[in-house]
Structures are given as C-alpha cells and as structure tokens.
C-alpha cells in the first residue's frame, strides 16, 4: 500500500520539489556550466545547451511536452552529460512516466555512480516498481552519505513494512519524527505499520489528527482511505472522497478509482454524474472517453444502463455516443440504438452525425439485421472512406457472409489508422482465425498486449481465443505477464486469479492475492480468492527462493513485453 503513495499519491510533488533545490543541483548544475566552457564553441555543444535553455523555459512553465521534446533533443546531440539525463528524469516524473524516468536516471548513475539526484530518484522508482533489494542498496549508498536524508529513509522503512518486519519499519519511522515532526512520509509510514500490527483504529486516529493539525494533503487522506476501504466502512469512504475532490477536483485517476468504489457498493447514482461531468470536461480526449468505457465494461451488470441513458437526456453529443459504444460492448444492442438515434438525423451523413451513425449500424449488426446496417455503413464509408468505427462494422458483417478477404483488408486498414486501438488489433486476429491461419491470429493477439499499454480487452479476447484453443497453460502464461506490466490494473489480476483457480494452481492464486494487496478496493476481491484457495490442497513447501512469480514482487525488469508466439512470416 505503501507503494501507491510512493507512486502515484505524493511523488511528483515530492520528488520534483526536491531535484528543484539548488542544494541537490548546484554541484552538477556548477559541473555542467564548466564543461560547457570547456568545451569552446562546437556546434553541437551550442545546440544542446541551447535546447537545455529551452527545456528549462517550458519546465518552468511546466509545459512538460514541449520540455521533454527539448531535452531528447541535447541528449542526441551529447549523451555523456549526466545533467541532461536528470533533466529528462525530472520530466518523465511530471508527466507521470516512471519507467521512462528509471532508464533516465539509471543512465545518469552511468555516467556519474555520486549523482545524489538519480541516485535517490532510482532508490524510490526501484521501490514503487517492487525491486526492493534495488531501492534498499541505492537508499543505504545515500544514507552512507547522509543519515538523515528523510527520503531514503522512507524507501528503506517502506520495504520493511512490505516485508513485514513491523518492528524495523516502527523505529524507521519514529526516527523520521525525531528529525522532523511535521514529516508527512513518516506519519504515513507509522500510520501503516500500527495498522498492519493490528491496531486499526489508532492508526486512523494518527492520520486524522496529522490532518487536522497540519491540513488535508493527497498522500495522507489517501492513506487514510486505504484505511477505511479495509474496514469495508462506505460512508468515511466516501467523505475521504469527497475532501480528495476538493483538493483535485479534476483529478482523472481520482474520479474513476471513486467510481469504481461507488460501482463496488452499488452506488452508481453517485458514480454516474461524476463520470459525466469528467466526460463533458474532457470531451476533446479520446484516450479518457476509453478509460470510463473501460471502467463501465470491467464493472459489467453492476452498472446500470438504464441510469446512464438518464444522463444521456441531458448529455452533450459526445457523452451519448459514448453510452451507445458501451451499450454495445455489453451487447445491448437497443439500448444502443434507443440512445445514439436523436443523433443521427433524417440527412445526409456529415460530420455532426457520422459518429453517432456508426454506432447505429453497429448496434443493428450486433443483432443481426445486416439488411439495415450495410446500407448505413456503405454510406458513412462514402462520406469518409477510412472511418474505423465503420470499417469494423463492414468487418463484422463481411465474417456473417464469410467474405474473409474483404475483412482482412478492411481490418488491416483499421491497424493502420488507429495503431493504438485494441478494439481494430482484435478484429484483425479474428478475422485470421476465421481464415483458418491461427498462427497469424495468435501474433496479432500478442502484438495487441505488446503494443497498447493496459490493453484488458485485448488480454481477455487473447485469453478466451487460447482457451477456445486448448492453450489453457498459454492462457494463464499471458495473464501472468499482463499483470507484470500492469500492476495497478484490479481487471487484470481478477482474470488471472480465475485462471490460476481453473487450473487448481494454490501457487499461482496466492501470487495473485498478495498483488491485489498493493491495490485499494480489492478487500472483497481478495476475500473471494482466499475462500478459493482454501478449497484447493496445500502446496508442499518451497525448497529454493521464491521467483518474482512465485511471491509477493510479481514484476518483470522494466519493458518487459508479453513474449509473441512464432510468426509465419507473413505480413499484417
């Protein structure tokens, strides 16, 4: 639990505030100033400092893209300056890239094994990525140097409380307090190891009275909220929520973890207008229009399509649009039809209704009336030859009428339009499937997981296409890799957990419940899964170290990616 306010919660703000000191930057920064005069005037020495000088234009503007941009740019003209890679480091942090951040770091400690900024940035990354032994040697080699870094302090009294040595981490903590009093990490850190001792209501109490003597702050009532999540209490879970909000209202990771939590105690009365509004807010982002689609699908029956259709009345176009995506993903395919319809208009398809016209089409495909959605999507692909939403409808009803070779170039054209669009990925193997060339269908499948971040719909098609296949072992394989990469992601671990039970594996189930312990709201989860690992005999007793599959660090080394099967050799 630890790691998610290492990670996520006070990171950026922490970390950023501290490499922003001159005191952690002034040796380099003075390093830095030298070699530039030394190095005279070459032109590609002019360039990179000049790029440096507009990186830090924009990071102090905090116009992060524009930074990074710029400081890629000095580094592929000198890549020997540990200064540049901290730089990029500090970078990748504010736009919440931590793996991109390590490798910067990493190749700055290459260069320079004393930078005492990549060394504590690499000390805390090794942390939230679960490389314990990793954050424990970069923390002892800055506490060598300084004893009382609060920092690395934190690292070494986090990994202690996550491998459970209560008493260490105790003292670790009470240190931190005897060096600073007001010391948030260190709260936060005494506050988890009395809960994990089992004094559940002190360690409430230390939080509440930490906020209100010193104000709310993120990683605190975070926390305080993983608290009352593992008391199962809705109505302080809620009141943490809300005093969240306040502090970040347009918080996008904030408002779907809440309306998760609100669809976990059937309250999607409360999820659904905070969905709305995130929508209506960030209505020119696709990528957040996906992630609620994501979050109402992984959610399934819990969440009512009848209360979304309500807000859908008083919704902007975009919003409907989007419910009738969902309807059809839940293969309600009138209640995709009854929402997108006002949209369509009785004219010709233009650009105000040609979206809410591929939805139609698709919603009569999926019941099968081809007769009405061929003809729309003919005219939609008039009007926009490439529209992907239409071209996967064209795919659906060509695998009906068994014409493979129209749907494989309809869904290549797809992959080439929307790359990133997991929905076009699966298409394409399943038309190669329906082809008969299961070698290719399975390259597209695992191209799909490789290739798209956290794609779950990807890994689940992948996963039923195995299973269908009698690959039962392949199946578990995979989702054993997702939640590798993914390891914030409750869907994924969920479906590895069905797996490891279907295959009887207490190993593998017990590896999953103790990935879920890192996550909020997976109380419930995690109790199920208990209940059945319970059912199932005991493993005889390991006779060599557990792996990091086998335990508790279930991660791969960062980039690892889900290993594709064989190819034919064949194009896409």
């Known amino acids: 639990m630890a790691r998610v306010i290492t990670a996520i919660a006070s990171y950026r703000s922490e970390i950023v505030r501290a490499f922003a000191s001159p005191l952690a930057r002034g040796p380099l920064m003075a390093a830095l100033a030298a070699s530039i005069m030394l190095a005279g005037c070459g032109s590609g020495t002019e360039r990179a ?22 400081i890629n740019r000095a580094l592929r003209l000198e890549d020997d300056v540990p200064e540049y890679w901290n730089r990029l480091g500090r970078v ?20 320079d094994p004393r930078n005492i900024e990549a060394v504590q940035a690499v000390a805390e990354l090794s942390f939230s990525g679960g490389s314990q032994d990793d954050a424990l040697k970069y923390a002892d080699q800055m506490l060598a140097r300084e004893p009382r870094n609060l920092r690395m302090l934190a690292v070494k009294g986090s990994v202690a409380l996550d491998r459970k040595q209560y008493d ?3 003292g670790i903590a009470e240190k931190m307090l005897a060096i600073d009093p007001t010391n948030e990490n260190a ?60 502090l970040r209202p347009d918080d996008v990771d904030i408002t779907l973890e809440y309306a998760r939590n609100m669809y976990e105690y059937r309250r999607g009365d409360l999820a659904a207008p905070v969905l709305a509004r995130l929508l209506r807010a960030k209505a020119d982002d696709p990528r957040i229009e996906q ?84 003809p729309m999507v003919d005219e939609i692909l008039k009007f926009d030859g490439t529209n992907p939403r239409a071209l996967l409808v064209r795919v659906q009803i060509d695998l009906a009428q068994k014409r493979f070779d129209d749907a494989l170039k309809d869904a290549q054209a797809i992959v080439a339009k929307m790359p990133q669009d997991s929905g076009g990925r699966i298409m394409l193997a399943r038309v190669y499937d329906a082809r008969g060339d299961k070698t290719m269908a399975e390259t597209h ?59 009887r594996d207490a190993n593998c189930l017990q590896s999953v419940i103790e990935g879920l312990e890192r996550l909020r709201g997976t109380e419930k989860m995690r109790a199920d899964l208990q209940a059945d690992l319970d059912t199932l005999p005991k493993p005889p007793p390991l006779t060599v170290m557990l792996t990091p599959d086998q335990g508790a660090a279930d991660f791969a080394p960062p980039g690892t990616a889900v290993p594709p099967p064989p190819t034919s050799g064949g194009t896409p």
């Open 49 to 70: 400092t000049k790029a440096v000088a507009r990186f830090d234009a924009a990071y102090a503007k905090r116009n992060y893209w524009v930074a990074r941009l710029e």
């Open 92 to 111: 990748e942090l504010a736009l919440g890239q931590y793996l991109n951040a390590y490798t910067a770091y990493k190749n700055a400690l290459m260069l």
């Open 168 to 170: 260490d981490a105790r």
């Open 187 to 246: 709260t936060i850190l005494l506050a988890r190891v009395t809960y994990a001792s089992g004094d559940k209501d002190k360690a409430i109490a230390l939080l509440e009275e930490s906020l209100k003597t010193q104000g709310d702050s993120i990683p605190r009532l975070v926390a305080l909220l993983d608290m009352y999540r593992a008391k199962d209490d809705f109505a302080p879970i809620e009141a943490t929520y809300q005093r969240l909000f306040r």
């Open 291 to 374: 992630r609620v689609v994501d979050l109402w699908t992984s959610m399934g029956d819990v969440v009512d399509i009848d209360q979304l259709r309500g807000l859908a009345a008083s919704a902007g176009p975009e919003l409907r649009i989007t419910l009738g995506r969902l309807a059809i993903e839940q293969k309600r395919y009138q209640q995709a039809i009854d929402i997108v319809t006002p949209l369509t208009g009785a004219g010709p398809v233009g650009p105000a209704n040609v979206e809410a016209r591929a939805v139609l089409a698709g919603a009569y495909a999926g019941l099968g009336q081809i007769g009405r959605a061929k």
């Open 445 to 503: 499948y695992a191209r799909a997981l490789a290739e798209i971040s956290g794609a779950f719909d990807a890994l689940a098609a992948y996963v039923h296409w195995l299973k269908a296949n009698g690959q039962d072992a392949r199946a578990l394989d995979v989702a054993r890799m997702f939640t590798r990469q993914n390891v914030n992601m409750t869907a994924g671990w969920a479906l590895r957990g069905r797996l490891c039970m279907a295959a």
